[in-house]
C-alpha cells in the first residue's frame, strides 16, 4: 500500500522557517508528480506546490512564490517544502500527494495518495 506521512509542522513567529517532510513507502517519488496542499480553518482547501518526476519542473501558489521551495531526495524517497517568511495567514494543515499524471495541480481528482498531514500556525 502506498503511505505519505508528513512531518515537521510546528508552532513559528512571524517571518520564521519551517521545512516540511513527506516520506513515501509503496511507491516511488520520482515516478509521481508530488505536491504540497494546506487547508486553513474554514477555508477550502489550497495547492501550495508541486514538483514534476520527469523533469523537477517545480510550481507554486503566487501566495507562497518566492517564500516556499518545494524538492525531493529521490534516495530518501522523500518530498520537502522548505517555507520561510512565514506568515499567519500560511497557518494550516498541509497535506502531502501523489498523482501519476497530473495536469490540473490544483484539482484534488488528480491524486492517487494523500497523506494525513502536519499543521503548521504561524502566530506570535
Known amino acids: 500500500d502506498v503511505q505519505l506521512v508528513e512531518s515537521g509542522g510546528a508552532l513559528v513567529q512571524p517571518g520564521g522557517s519551517l521545512r516540511l517532510s513527506c516520506v513515501a513507502s509503496?511507491?516511488?517519488?520520482?515516478?509521481?508528480?508530488m505536491s504540497w496542499v494546506r487547508r486553513a480553518p474554514g477555508k477550502e482547501r489550497e495547492w501550495v506546490a508541486t514538483?514534476?518526476?520527469?523533469?523537477?519542473?517545480?510550481y507554486y501558489a503566487d501566495s507562497v512564490k518566492g517564500r516556499f521551495t518545494i524538492s525531493q531526495d529521490t534516495a530518501k524517497n522523500t518530498v520537502f517544502l522548505q517555507m520561510k517568511n512565514l506568515k499567519p495567514e500560511d497557518t494550516a494543515m498541509y497535506y502531502c500527494?501523489?498523482?501519476?499524471?497530473?495536469?490540473?495541480?490544483?484539482?484534488?481528482?488528480?491524486?492517487?495518495?494523500w497523506g494525513q498531514g502536519t499543521q503548521v500556525e504561524v502566530s506570535a
Open positions: 500527494a501523489a498523482g501519476a499524471m497530473v495536469a490540473d495541480r490544483a484539482a484534488p481528482y488528480e491524486y492517487n495518495s
Open positions: 509503496g511507491m516511488s517519488v520520482s515516478d509521481y508528480a
Open positions: 514538483i514534476y518526476h520527469r523533469d523537477s519542473s517545480t
